[in-house]
């Protein structure tokens, strides 16, 4: 026996394009879909964008934060490989992300929500705070922030329609800036060629209906509602991209300052997927985050 | 006659050390003392913090400001040279400025508040739009925020007393490391100590007083009022240090969240008078704020 006694698992060295998909039954009789790699006593939860998969995290992301720690993405209720019908307000996507860490067995956790999956993060805070140790928002918002409802129209436009393009994803989450768009073809390749079988299923307009209506409803502007995260007391890290037409990050800052203990870092020539394109320094500042004991 | 036709006015180069005391009544009859030096087209109006008067804004910050502009600092109604009461509210401060400017024959200017003077910055922006081209807020909270009433114990404890000490204005103005307190002494021998002859007039207990009322009851919890800087349709640049012991930076992030266009810059190893410790950079950055063309 050795000085450490680190869990055994076998997706300890193994990259996010070759995790294996993995399933689980939670109590709410749901059939989530899950990978599940790296070590560390806490793991990091992984709360993913509006209409995205298993796939649509950046590999080289999910490979930068798992040297450190155990990550976990998993589909949430109705989304991709996950049965059920995907709801339709953040609530219940709180509810059933709950659900799935629950059945883990996992008593605490780290947490990381992108976009929506942020909107998520915020309400598992509010409504299971006990769960959690330290989060970390990545292009997100506050409920009820005025001038954020529905989304711009060439946003929605872009990455809302039957069928996405990459055209219209890189749009959203690259800026318009030849370094950028640059980093989002890499980014594409990563995403959309690393993993070669076992592919997640795609998701459906059942889920992309559902999802928008969550996040139009979460946008209706409501300045009373702002107060609501000053009941988040856990350190938070809130970060975005300095261009992201999707979610601006003005709404970092509001929520940074809303928020009692966050910090806040926007990155430069970055949109929505400021954390793709700047994986190696985000996952290095995820780290330093999760790892701060003063502060 | 030359290319250029700048007014010629015999403040242009000197710094402001030896800029000269000005006197000017306005309609509301009270006799402003000011300092005016550097030439723009619009120029830049400096509003002071609490207690402090004309030579308080450290030396070298305004002679970098008035590099590339106009720069106009004055003391507020019943503060140091100038006559009257010191008035308790933020927005009777709002109104005296007003009338300074008014007087001084400025169409349109940019504004400059630091602490109390941002405060009273954000009240002329409401009250007189039209007034302003650009704002900067330095050290500043929007009114209302939860958590800023008073200010800290210690803080108030060590600016607030009826003799002011050099040891209570570095711990609040400067943070608790060797570069910042090392930047600290050199700003206090600037502020202290460039300027020998002709110096302002020492700001009175009433003074104390009269702005101590304001700054407590702009901290009044009441979020309600936070929607009020939405309205504020005007660039602005908020600023501050990152360990600002007395008006956290974290209402500089809910301010530039709250505004509809601003632009937010925390600076390191820095606190409230992050603006004179880092002196030439922030003025370098305010420069790039005021000349902004493009959004």
Known sequence: MGITEEPTRPETRIRYADAPNRRITADNTIDYAYRD??????????????????????PALVDALATDRRVVAFDNVGVAATNGTTPNTVEAMAHGAIAFIESMGLERVDLLGFSL??????????????????????SSAPQGAAGMHGWAPDV?????????TPEGYLSVFFAPTDTSREAGGQAAGRIFGARTTDRDEPTTWQTRQAQYDAVCAWGIP?????????????????ANGDRDPMILPRYSNLLAGLLP???????????????????????????????????
């Open 156 to 164: 929605i436009g872009a990455v809302g329609a039957p069928d996405t």
């Open 37 to 58: 790699l790296g070590v560390s006593e806490v793991p990091l939860v992984l709360l993913q964008h509006f209409r995205g998969n298993l796939d649509n995290w950046d």
């Open 222 to 238: 409501h300045h009373s509602l702002l107060q609501r995260v000053a009941a988040i007391e856990l350190p938070v890290f809130v």
């Open 261 to 295: 203990d966050a910090r806040l870092k926007i990155y430069p020539d970055s949109a929505h997927g400021f954390l793709f394109q700047h994986h190696n320094e985000f996952a290095a500042d995820v780290h330093a985050f999760l790892e701060e004991t003063i502060r």
């Open 117 to 138: 999956g942020s909107f998520a993060a915020q309400e598992i805070a509010l409504i299971r705070p006990d769960l959690l140790r330290r989060i970390v928002l990545a």
